[in-house]
């Protein structure tokens, strides 16, 4: 029986514990460990990995640091080719510094600027999207998994308590035939 209560009419039979649980009187809580301490601990580490200071919630947070430092390569390989057109560039006029100050250049440079740009856009945006369906996978898996089980125990009454009972349960029952046989009806 999961451990969930509403406090409705019976609120006042149900008792708190540290946890939060909501015992009803008369009941105590169980709990059955269903992984080894192996898989508990993998366990918890996979369930870091959905902090929000793990690499793919940072990605999923659009966190600029952690793109700047997968982009590291893309702005080299940036900077090279800047480097490569003006050397085209230039080897169209020998000596001539003007063919790098001149519109063609100009235009060249800004629209390889706009194609880099574009494109770490739509790769951070891949990113993104990326890391979070990874987020959400994991949560999703993770969130199904039960470490341990718990359940509700009918607490035992001491022996006393119980022949009590029984001894009151079966005066109940004798009561109308023993009425009956005073009123001298057998």
Do not use: C, V
Request: net charge positive; hydrophobic share 40%; charged share 20%.
């Amino acid at each position: 029986m999961p451990m969930t209560g509403n406090r409705g009419a019976a609120g006042s039979a149900q008792q708190g514990n540290a946890t939060g649980d909501i015992i009803p009187k008369g009941y105590r809580k169980g709990q059955l460990q269903q992984f080894t301490p192996e898989q508990t601990e993998l366990f918890q580490r996979l369930f870091s990995n959905l902090s929000p200071q793990s690499y793919t919630a940072r990605l999923a947070g659009g966190d600029e640091a952690a793109f700047q430092e997968i982009e590291k390569p893309d702005w080299r390989l940036f900077s090279e080719a800047q480097g490569q057109l003006g050397s085209r560039f230039a080897e169209l006029a020998p000596g001539a510094m003007s063919a790098t100050r001149g519109s063609g250049f100009k235009n060249a440079a800004g629209q390889l600027g706009s194609d880099f740009a574009s494109q770490l856009a739509a790769r951070r945006h891949q990113l993104q999207s990326n890391a979070m369906n990874q987020m959400f996978e994991l949560s999703n898996s993770l969130l199904n998994q039960r470490p341990t089980e718990q359940f509700l125990i009918q607490k035992q009454q001491p022996f006393w308590k119980q022949l009590l009972l029984n001894m009151n349960e079966k005066a109940n029952e004798f009561a109308p035939i023993a009425a009956k046989a005073a009123m001298g009806g057998f």
